[in-house]
């Protein structure tokens, strides 16, 4: 397991009855998480002085109950800061387990010997597009959400990379693939994190299972012929590790070379030792 282990202003304190206690910055919240089946004794003085939680409702959905919690603030990871807001189905606007993939294509791009181009799909708040233009990508990031965008621009500010070559778009991922074929634009490195289920900003439906192993095939064709790195990240359980190499094999491997390699990502638990699996990922990259 691939395990971000490198915070300071972020950690998983503990997990116990489908539910985790982290700490963000100062503030203590718990959150439901279905990957907690087990059951422990709650000793950390988190589970009774939380400044959050998020109750979940038996019907779907759920709701925060706030204890002192500011409507934003931020936290750092490295050079990078992000402004977080807790906000619908339990969010904050960062996913922290993703800093250990940050780490790994940011690594790639310093590595490479020359400008790199980088393309952030499925980009939400920004925290893989902050981080490769703080590697020296240039970048282009697109997200669905106007929302997101603009949260996303925000984070630039805060990590003093509102200067950065960093192209911002509100756009269908998959429709914004298929105009940069036509336009004959190549990246040398894609990074995608695509939901479950989503729609695009014109009601365009998108369902993992059935559409990611074809838009992995279209994004190829907008890889240029030295790229770097393919990464995919994923949180939907059909898509195991082993699933993703088979899937960046086929797609990456008979045409770039290179090497694939997936896993889970994971957050280590302070108070027990333990790492609580966040998903997975598959990465594809040339050898060095």
């Not at 759920?62 to 807790?86: A, D, H, V």
């Not at 500010?157 to 509100?170: D, F, H, Q």
């Not at 365009?204 to 790195?229: G, H, P, Q």
Request: overall charge positive; charged content about 25%; proline content about 4%.
């Amino acid at each position: 397991m691939w395990i971000a282990n490198k915070w300071n202003d972020y950690e998983l304190i503990d997990c116990s009855g489908g539910e985790k206690l982290e700490r963000w910055g100062d503030y203590l919240l718990v959150r439901p998480d279905p990957q907690v089946i087990w059951n422990t004794k709650k000793t950390h003085h988190g589970w009774k002085h939380m400044n959050g939680h998020y109750h979940r409702s038996t019907k779907g959905g759920g709701e925060w109950e706030f204890f002192n919690l500011p409507e934003q603030w931020s936290i750092s990871y490295k050079s990078l800061t992000f402004q977080l807001k807790p906000f619908s189905f339990k969010h904050t606007g960062l996913f922290p387990e993703q800093a250990v993939n940050w780490d790994w294509f940011s690594e790639k791009i310093k590595n490479a010997g020359r400008k790199v181009k980088v393309l952030n799909l499925f980009a939400y708040t920004g925290g893989a597009t902050l981080a490769a233009a703080s590697a020296g990508a240039e970048v282009t990031h697109v997200d669905a959400s106007k929302g997101m965008v603009t949260w996303a621009k925000e984070n630039a500010k805060s990590s003093g990379l509102e200067n950065a070559p960093i192209r911002w778009l509100v756009d269908d991922c998959v429709k914004f693939v298929e105009r940069e074929i036509r336009r004959g634009n190549k990246y040398d490195g894609i990074i995608m994190d695509p939901p479950s289920y989503g729609r695009g900003p014109k009601g365009e439906i998108w369902k993992i299972e059935d559409s990611i192993y074809n838009f992995v095939r279209l994004c190829t064709k907008i890889l240029s012929e030295n790229a770097v790195f393919f990464l995919i990240n994923s949180y939907t359980t059909g898509l195991a590790p082993s699933v993703l190499t088979y899937m960046l094999s086929t797609e990456l491997v008979k045409s770039f070379g290179g090497d694939v390699i997936s896993d889970e990502i994971g957050l280590p638990v302070s108070q027990t030792g333990l790492v609580l699996p966040c998903g997975a990922s598959g990465r594809w990259y040339k050898r060095s």
